[in-house]
Protein backbone atom coordinates (compact mmCIF):
# COMPACT_ATOMS: atom_id res chain seq x y z
CA UNK A 1 0.00 0.00 0.00
CA UNK A 2 0.93 3.60 -0.64
CA UNK A 3 3.15 5.25 2.30
CA UNK A 4 1.63 8.32 2.98
CA UNK A 5 3.43 11.64 4.92
CA UNK A 6 2.95 11.84 8.81
CA UNK A 7 0.96 15.01 8.01
CA UNK A 8 -1.41 13.55 6.26
CA UNK A 9 -1.50 10.01 8.24
CA UNK A 10 -3.77 10.48 10.66
CA UNK A 11 -6.40 12.39 8.82
CA UNK A 12 -6.23 9.49 6.26
CA UNK A 13 -6.90 7.49 8.90
CA UNK A 14 -10.24 8.76 9.67
CA UNK A 15 -11.68 9.21 6.71
CA UNK A 16 -10.76 5.66 6.06
CA UNK A 17 -12.49 4.65 8.81
CA UNK A 18 -15.33 7.34 7.93
CA UNK A 19 -15.70 5.16 4.57
CA UNK A 20 -16.60 2.00 6.21
CA UNK A 21 -19.37 3.46 7.99
CA UNK A 22 -20.98 5.35 5.17
CA UNK A 23 -20.07 3.19 2.32
CA UNK A 24 -17.49 3.48 -0.22
CA UNK A 25 -20.06 5.31 -2.25
CA UNK A 26 -20.45 7.98 0.10
CA UNK A 27 -18.49 11.31 0.37
CA UNK A 28 -16.81 12.47 2.94
CA UNK A 29 -17.02 16.51 3.64
CA UNK A 30 -13.80 17.68 4.49
CA UNK A 31 -13.46 21.65 6.54
CA UNK A 32 -10.81 22.71 8.02
CA UNK A 33 -11.50 24.49 11.23
CA UNK A 34 -9.74 27.02 13.62
CA UNK A 35 -10.54 29.02 16.36
CA UNK A 36 -10.84 31.85 14.20
CA UNK A 37 -13.80 30.46 12.49
CA UNK A 38 -15.31 29.25 15.75
CA UNK A 39 -18.63 30.92 15.48
CA UNK A 40 -18.91 30.18 11.69
CA UNK A 41 -18.28 26.66 12.18
CA UNK A 42 -20.92 26.59 15.33
CA UNK A 43 -23.34 28.71 13.17
CA UNK A 44 -22.96 26.11 9.66
CA UNK A 45 -23.27 23.17 12.19
CA UNK A 46 -26.83 24.46 13.56
CA UNK A 47 -27.55 25.74 9.69
CA UNK A 48 -27.39 21.98 8.77
CA UNK A 49 -29.52 20.50 11.60
CA UNK A 50 -32.27 23.12 10.70
CA UNK A 51 -32.23 21.34 7.41
CA UNK A 52 -32.44 18.05 8.36
CA UNK A 53 -28.99 16.64 7.29
CA UNK A 54 -27.94 15.56 10.73
CA UNK A 55 -26.27 12.65 8.32
CA UNK A 56 -24.39 15.12 6.27
CA UNK A 57 -22.44 15.90 9.47
CA UNK A 58 -22.34 12.31 10.47
CA UNK A 59 -20.01 12.46 7.37
CA UNK A 60 -18.22 15.42 7.73
CA UNK A 61 -14.63 15.35 8.69
CA UNK A 62 -13.31 18.36 10.67
CA UNK A 63 -10.03 19.18 10.60
CA UNK A 64 -9.06 20.85 13.57
CA UNK A 65 -5.80 23.15 13.40
CA UNK A 66 -5.68 24.56 17.06
CA UNK A 67 -6.64 22.50 20.48
CA UNK A 68 -9.88 25.13 21.31
CA UNK A 69 -11.37 23.93 17.90
CA UNK A 70 -10.56 20.53 18.52
CA UNK A 71 -12.04 20.37 21.73
CA UNK A 72 -14.88 22.45 20.59
CA UNK A 73 -15.94 19.69 18.29
CA UNK A 74 -15.86 17.17 20.67
CA UNK A 75 -19.06 14.37 19.46
CA UNK A 76 -18.12 14.93 15.83
CA UNK A 77 -15.86 13.30 13.42
CA UNK A 78 -12.37 15.16 14.03
CA UNK A 79 -8.53 15.07 14.32
CA UNK A 80 -5.87 17.39 15.17
CA UNK A 81 -3.99 18.85 12.27
CA UNK A 82 -1.53 21.22 14.33
CA UNK A 83 0.36 21.62 10.58
CA UNK A 84 -0.10 25.55 10.93
CA UNK A 85 1.49 26.03 14.40
CA UNK A 86 -0.80 27.56 17.24
CA UNK A 87 -1.20 30.98 15.32
CA UNK A 88 -3.68 33.26 14.45
CA UNK A 89 -3.72 32.79 10.79
CA UNK A 90 -5.03 35.98 8.89
CA UNK A 91 -5.99 36.13 5.30
CA UNK A 92 -3.39 37.16 2.34
CA UNK A 93 -0.58 36.15 4.34
CA UNK A 94 2.55 34.05 4.70
CA UNK A 95 1.44 31.91 7.27
CA UNK A 96 -2.15 31.57 5.77
CA UNK A 97 -0.70 30.33 2.16
CA UNK A 98 1.74 28.01 3.70
CA UNK A 99 -1.21 26.30 5.75
CA UNK A 100 -3.54 26.18 2.09
CA UNK A 101 -0.18 24.58 0.61
CA UNK A 102 -0.54 22.00 3.16
CA UNK A 103 -4.57 21.94 2.61
CA UNK A 104 -3.27 21.40 -1.34
CA UNK A 105 -0.94 18.63 -0.44
CA UNK A 106 -3.21 17.04 2.64
CA UNK A 107 -6.30 16.82 -0.36
CA UNK A 108 -3.93 15.10 -2.67
CA UNK A 109 -3.32 12.40 -0.40
CA UNK A 110 -6.93 12.00 0.54
CA UNK A 111 -8.07 11.25 -3.21
CA UNK A 112 -4.68 9.12 -3.92
CA UNK A 113 -5.83 7.02 -0.79
CA UNK A 114 -9.58 6.73 -2.83
CA UNK A 115 -11.04 8.97 -0.39
CA UNK A 116 -14.45 11.23 -2.20
CA UNK A 117 -14.03 14.48 -0.82
CA UNK A 118 -16.30 17.30 -0.54
CA UNK A 119 -14.24 20.45 0.33
CA UNK A 120 -16.56 22.70 2.33
CA UNK A 121 -16.15 26.08 4.46
CA UNK A 122 -18.23 27.04 6.71
CA UNK A 123 -18.76 30.69 5.62
CA UNK A 124 -21.45 29.68 3.55
CA UNK A 125 -25.35 29.47 4.00
CA UNK A 126 -27.04 25.93 2.74
CA UNK A 127 -30.52 26.22 2.00
CA UNK A 128 -30.37 22.53 0.25
CA UNK A 129 -28.86 19.63 0.13
CA UNK A 130 -25.61 19.79 -2.48
CA UNK A 131 -24.43 16.35 -2.12
CA UNK A 132 -27.63 15.09 -2.83
CA UNK A 133 -27.78 17.25 -5.96
CA UNK A 134 -24.27 16.32 -6.85
CA UNK A 135 -25.39 12.52 -6.72
CA UNK A 136 -28.56 13.14 -8.69
CA UNK A 137 -26.67 15.14 -11.62
CA UNK A 138 -23.26 14.50 -11.30
CA UNK A 139 -22.57 11.62 -9.90
CA UNK A 140 -19.61 10.80 -12.31
CA UNK A 141 -18.17 13.74 -12.77
CA UNK A 142 -13.83 14.27 -11.73
CA UNK A 143 -14.81 17.50 -10.19
CA UNK A 144 -17.93 19.37 -9.28
CA UNK A 145 -17.55 23.30 -8.62
CA UNK A 146 -19.66 26.76 -9.12
CA UNK A 147 -18.29 29.43 -10.92
CA UNK A 148 -16.84 32.29 -8.35
CA UNK A 149 -15.78 34.69 -10.60
CA UNK A 150 -18.37 37.70 -10.38
CA UNK A 151 -17.13 40.14 -12.01
CA UNK A 152 -14.20 38.99 -13.05
CA UNK A 153 -13.41 37.92 -16.22
CA UNK A 154 -13.53 34.15 -17.44
CA UNK A 155 -14.77 31.16 -14.67
CA UNK A 156 -13.30 30.87 -11.47
CA UNK A 157 -13.48 27.87 -9.84
CA UNK A 158 -14.89 28.25 -5.98
CA UNK A 159 -12.10 27.23 -3.69
CA UNK A 160 -13.97 26.55 -0.99
CA UNK A 161 -16.88 24.21 -2.45
CA UNK A 162 -15.35 21.17 -3.90
CA UNK A 163 -16.37 17.77 -4.89
CA UNK A 164 -13.46 16.00 -5.87
CA UNK A 165 -14.13 12.57 -6.87
CA UNK A 166 -10.71 10.05 -7.00
CA UNK A 167 -10.61 9.29 -10.53
CA UNK A 168 -6.99 9.19 -12.46
CA UNK A 169 -7.98 12.73 -14.23
CA UNK A 170 -8.63 14.34 -10.64
CA UNK A 171 -5.91 12.77 -8.85
CA UNK A 172 -3.50 13.70 -11.93
CA UNK A 173 -4.86 17.27 -12.01
CA UNK A 174 -4.58 18.16 -8.39
CA UNK A 175 -0.87 16.68 -7.69
CA UNK A 176 -0.04 19.85 -10.73
CA UNK A 177 -2.05 21.98 -8.63
CA UNK A 178 0.45 21.28 -5.76
CA UNK A 179 3.19 21.09 -7.99
CA UNK A 180 2.59 24.87 -8.78
CA UNK A 181 1.43 25.62 -5.21
CA UNK A 182 4.56 24.95 -4.41
CA UNK A 183 6.44 27.04 -6.50
CA UNK A 184 3.97 30.12 -6.93
CA UNK A 185 2.57 30.82 -3.29
CA UNK A 186 -0.75 32.51 -3.19
CA UNK A 187 -4.29 32.00 -3.35
CA UNK A 188 -4.40 28.37 -4.88
CA UNK A 189 -8.02 28.91 -6.34
CA UNK A 190 -6.32 31.28 -9.40
CA UNK A 191 -3.67 28.39 -9.67
CA UNK A 192 -6.59 25.89 -9.81
CA UNK A 193 -8.42 28.32 -12.34
CA UNK A 194 -5.31 27.93 -14.75
CA UNK A 195 -4.47 24.20 -14.86
CA UNK A 196 -8.81 23.21 -15.37
CA UNK A 197 -9.36 22.10 -19.29
CA UNK A 198 -10.64 25.44 -20.83
CA UNK A 199 -13.98 24.30 -21.37
CA UNK A 200 -15.46 22.49 -18.66
CA UNK A 201 -18.68 20.79 -18.50
CA UNK A 202 -21.07 23.06 -16.96
CA UNK A 203 -19.13 24.90 -14.43
Given at each position: ????????????????????????????????????????????????????????????????????????????????????????LQYDTKPYYALMHKRTVLIHDLLK???????????????????????????????????????????????????????????????????????????????????????????
Open positions: SESFPAISRDVIGVAREMRQNIGAEGWIMLVLANKAFGELTKNWVCNLKRLGLENRLRSTLFVAIDQPTYDQLQGYNRVKWFAAGQEDAGIKLFLCETDQVWVGDPVAYVMDHHAGADLVTYDDSKNQKGKLPCGGFLFLNPTPSTVALWGTLVQKHAKQMGNEQMLLQTILPKKPAGM
